[in-house]
């Protein structure tokens, strides 16, 4: 049987409705059943009953869609947080947003943006109530959170500053909600926007009063041209970041910002773990190719080589006719495991950030002291 979030038994059933939200079997990875993650129910489909307030059916929802994944498998010698007594039974009644050790809980948001701004704002405010109501202390938006548009010239049109109203509409929204946001790639008119023609494409974090806290513009655009996914060129209408921001301190640990195709640079993630980030956020709008061969593989390499918590919101779907997204929002915890995923549709995942626990990884195997900067400290240095 799949041991429950220790916290899930005490959410309320939501509307009266006691929908169960199911998991289709072949979204359980294989590790999870070699290290003794067995779902529960029949091999297709695995139910979580009286728990329909995970997510908010006034969004229209897909009932397939993965909420909290815990995996059994832990570094050796470190227990289940959520096995406290030894007994291998979690503790019921816990409310929402806590564990036995009342560890922070985030939330990763999937959507689907579109060129319409409005309909966007809705879908995300929607997911970020309910993360809220859920307990959750920071919810991260996946990149192009704001809008997808059809072209470089919609793009330009649509961009608003960071002053602009969309900014302030989800500071309000922080606000309201008492909760930290992670804005994943915003559309920037930065300050020579007049000039250039060109916009920031902006990672914003907000605390719970609304305020921005940092923002970090992606460094490595995406020129890409593969077979099957149609031609990227981002460097048509994005500038470049000049630096990487500092980690920041948030309810949930140390963040380092990044946003999607920097996700392919180790020596970014690196950098960020040197300078104390606990938690790498990879807000992305992965496609129909790279998304199945690459997307999960990086995450997981990225937490592994860093021995941090890898966030990664996603866009998924359809956003227009010329554009679509593979979507698979998912957390990895230190050790490199997937303890939180969706799956199809719009929605949201949880999962709670153990910092004992990396801290604990780091120290059994400290790689980041063992590294030799002498021999390839230029690595990331590209041919002449």
Request: net charge neutral; proline share 7%; hydrophobic share 35%.
């Amino acid at each position: 049987m799949l041991r429950e979030p220790s916290w899930l038994g005490a959410l309320p059933s939501g509307g009266g409705e006691g929908r169960a939200l199911t998991f289709p079997g072949a979204l359980w990875p294989q590790s999870f059943k070699t290290f003794g993650l067995e779902a529960r129910g029949g091999a297709a489909d695995t139910s979580l009953q009286g728990s329909s307030s995970m997510l908010s059916s006034t969004l229209g929802l897909p009932r397939k869609c993965p909420f909290l994944l815990r995996s059994a498998f832990r570094l050796p010698g470190i227990s289940l947080l959520s096995d406290q007594a030894g007994t291998g039974r979690s503790r019921p009644g816990t409310m929402a947003g806590s564990s036995p050790r009342g560890l922070p809980l985030v939330a990763v948001c999937q959507v689907t943006s579109t060129p319409d701004k409005e309909q966007t704002f809705a879908a995300c405010s929607g997911l970020v109530q309910e993360a809220a109501r859920l307990g959750a202390c920071l919810v991260f938006l996946p990149e192009a959170f704001d809008f997808i548009g059809r072209d470089s010239a919609e793009t330009l049109r649509l961009a608003e500053p960071l002053g602009g109203d969309l900014v302030n509409r989800y500071a309000q929204l922080a606000r309201e909600c008492g909760i930290w946001l992670s804005l994943g790639g915003f559309h920037e008119r930065g300050q020579h926007w007049e000039q250039s023609q060109r916009i920031y494409n902006c990672h914003v974090l907000l605390d719970k009063e609304g305020s921005i806290v940092a923002t970090y513009r992606k460094t490595h655009l995406c020129d890409v041209k593969l077979p099957g996914q149609g031609p990227m060129c981002e460097s048509t209408s994005t500038i470049p970041g000049p630096t990487l921001g500092s980690p920041v301190s948030t309810p949930a640990g140390k963040v380092g910002l990044a946003i999607c195709y920097d996700l392919r640079f180790p020596e970014l993630s690196l950098a960020l773990a040197q300078d104390g980030a606990e938690i790498l956020t990879y807000p992305s709008a992965f496609g129909s190719v790279t998304g199945p061969a690459h997307w999960e593989v990086l995450l997981r390499a990225r937490a592994i080589e860093t021995q941090c918590y890898v966030v990664a919101a996603a866009q998924w779907g359809q956003h227009h006719e010329k554009r679509g997204s593979y979507g698979h929002s998912m957390v990895v915890d230190p050790w490199g495991i997937v303890i939180a995923r969706c799956s199809e549709g719009q929605g949201l995942c949880l999962a709670h950030i153990d910092l004992a626990y990396l801290h604990q990884i780091r120290q059994r195997m400290p790689v980041a002291q063992h590294r030799r900067p002498d021999l390839y400290g230029n690595l990331g240095r590209p041919d002449p």
